[in-house]
């Protein structure tokens, strides 16, 4: 959280395991430091989005409600919901604002215009929508609306899967999805027929490796930002799923940027809007797609060959304090780090080049260090605490 703010995102959506799309072990946060986490936000005038968004069964609403009511006593700035019957719950509980999940799927102005008659304040859009359907219902109705922009696309309908329930039991539509879009199959005939449609075949293509017929690319829009503001948008999120912090804060800082100089000035923008893709593209990622913004998702939209997440670039340091009287920075290390290594560090404001020509560790010079290290080096420019430290990726 205090890692995207940093970087540039005016708000975040958190919660607890507990009712939200996010049940498993990515999730650090429990009720104490949930809280926490709203408070500092609101400290430095950012926003805290609380998400209660799965589909609880009635046997789970005696829960539901007493973890509803525990956590909206935090003070989040909005909560996401889908389900009409938890919404109607908050409603009656607080007034909050509530935003729309994209797991409710709107893609029309009546259902938008429907929630907003139930006091829905902003929508996060369906993520099969395209510019002109976001266009068109947003000058149909009064109701912000928010959209993904960047990060990993579900395979499914608007997230709603089933894939890993029928696999081994966990359910995605409440936060226990295992991905398994993404896994290598095998399969042992190379094409599909209906029966009642003879002749039209599915073709599955398979190397030694198995096939990913599933495995979307990653979507992103950051040289697109004039159509997403044009269309209507007033929210851009980013999925961040499993993601590191520096994921985290490279794509937010990424993304924060490419909005404020747009705004600023349109045609530096387009000048280096490629820029901004080339800097997105130093996290990993499954490469690049637009996914349905501008046409139905085709034979290009998936990666076929792995579904390993990758880039040329690695991080491999975190600046954890810089001692301006001696021009130095500590920094811990995340991955293998040489000297004579040219690195970049990257700030919430500006990326620095820098060869790297001599480590200090526990008061002892070393050409090499390891995640888990804590390193001193030399270094002219004052770098705040959480700087980011990467280079290209060694190849022995």
């Not at 398994?180 to 399969?187: I, L, P, S």
């Not at 811990?332 to 004579?340: I, K």
């Amino acid at each position: 959280m205090k890692i995207a703010f940093q970087y540039g995102a005016d708000a975040v959506y958190a919660s607890t395991p507990k009712f939200s799309m996010r049940s498993r072990s990515e999730i650090k946060f429990d009720d104490k430091s949930l809280k926490e986490g709203i408070g500092f936000a609101h400290s430095i005038g950012k926003k805290v989005y609380l998400t209660l968004n799965t589909f609880p069964h009635s046997s789970e609403i005696d829960d539901f409600k007493r973890h509803a009511l525990k956590t909206i006593k935090y003070n989040p700035d909005a909560i996401i919901c889908a389900d009409p019957g938890v919404i109607d719950f908050i409603k009656n509980h607080t007034n909050i604002p509530i935003h729309l999940s994209t797991q409710s799927n709107t893609t029309n102005y009546l259902s938008a215009n429907f929630w907003k008659n139930q006091g829905i304040n902003r929508i996060v859009l369906a993520r099969e929508l395209n510019l002109k359907d976001i266009d068109l219902i947003s000058k149909k109705t009064k109701v912000e609306l928010e959209a993904f922009v960047h990060g990993a696309m579900c395979m499914a309908y608007s997230g709603r899967c089933q894939i890993s329930n029928y696999m081994i039991g966990r359910d995605p539509n409440k936060g226990q999805c295992i991905q398994a879009c993404r896994f290598k199959y095998k399969f042992k005939e190379y094409e599909v027929e209906e029966e009642l449609r003879e002749g039209e075949k599915f073709k599955i293509y398979e190397d030694d490796h198995g096939t990913y017929l599933l495995n979307s690319k990653d979507l992103c829009m950051i040289d697109h930002i004039p159509d997403l503001i044009n269309s209507g948008i007033t929210s851009f999120k980013l999925e961040g799923r499993l993601k590191s912090i520096y994921y985290v804060g490279i794509v937010t800082r990424a993304y924060r940027q490419a909005i404020d100089l747009y705004f600023k000035d349109h045609k530096k923008y387009d000048i280096q809007k490629q820029a901004f893709v080339a800097e997105v593209s130093k996290t990993s990622s499954r490469g690049f797609t637009t996914g349905f913004y501008y046409q139905k998702p085709n034979e290009e939209t998936n990666d076929y060959k792995t579904s390993r997440a990758g880039s040329d670039w690695e991080f491999v340091g975190l600046v954890k304090k810089y001692n301006m009287s001696e021009k130095t920075v500590l920094v811990e290390v995340r991955n293998r780090l040489r000297t004579g290594a040219d690195i970049e560090i990257v700030t919430p404001e500006k990326v620095y080049m820098h060869n790297l020509t001599e480590m200090i560790c526990k008061d002892k010079k070393i050409d090499e260090a390891h995640a888990g290290y804590i390193v001193e080096f030399g270094f002219k420019h004052s770098l705040p605490q959480n700087s980011f430290i990467r280079q290209k990726k060694i190849k022995e």
